[in-house]
């Protein structure tokens, strides 16, 4: 059974970085793409980053560019998504998602990714 896990959430302070990390156990990691969705309260999840299986292409929402990083390791079986100029309208639930993606159009949909992990909470104050 595969399992997703995100750890790496907390409270900061707008301007401030911060690393959420996510690990997959039960499955050839490799055989996943990768992505991080956040929802805001009150508000449908969104699309925030994703990189292919062996981490030669990665997506970011418009948003994100620049200030946000994915990365992974595939030798430990971690993805990373490395946060930057946080700012109060980042906070949210951070979910990992882990998929046989095809094509990189997909990679953005929630519906491409068959697991999830339960959500790190990421809170920015001003």
């Known amino acids: 059974q595969v399992q997703v896990a995100e750890s790496g959430g907390g409270s900061v302070q707008a301007g401030d970085s911060l690393r959420l990390s996510c690990t997959v156990s039960?499955?050839?990691?490799?055989?996943?793409?990768m992505g991080w969705f956040r929802q805001a309260s009150g508000k449908e999840r969104a699309f925030v980053a994703a990189?292919?299986?062996?981490?030669?292409?990665?997506y970011y929402a418009d948003s994100m560019k620049g200030r946000f990083t994915i990365s992974r390791d595939n030798a430990k079986n971690i993805v990373y998504l490395q946060m930057s100029s946080l700012a109060p309208e980042d906070t949210a639930i951070y979910y990992c998602?882990?998929?046989?993606?095809?094509?990189?159009?997909?990679?953005?949909?929630?519906?491409?990714?068959?697991?999830w992990g339960q959500g790190t909470q990421v809170t920015v104050s001003s």
């Open positions: 990189i292919s299986r062996f981490g030669g292409t990665t």
């Open positions: 998602a882990a998929g046989a993606v095809y094509g990189s159009g997909s990679y953005a949909y929630e519906a491409a990714y068959a697991y």
């Open positions: 039960g499955s050839l990691f490799s055989n996943y793409g």
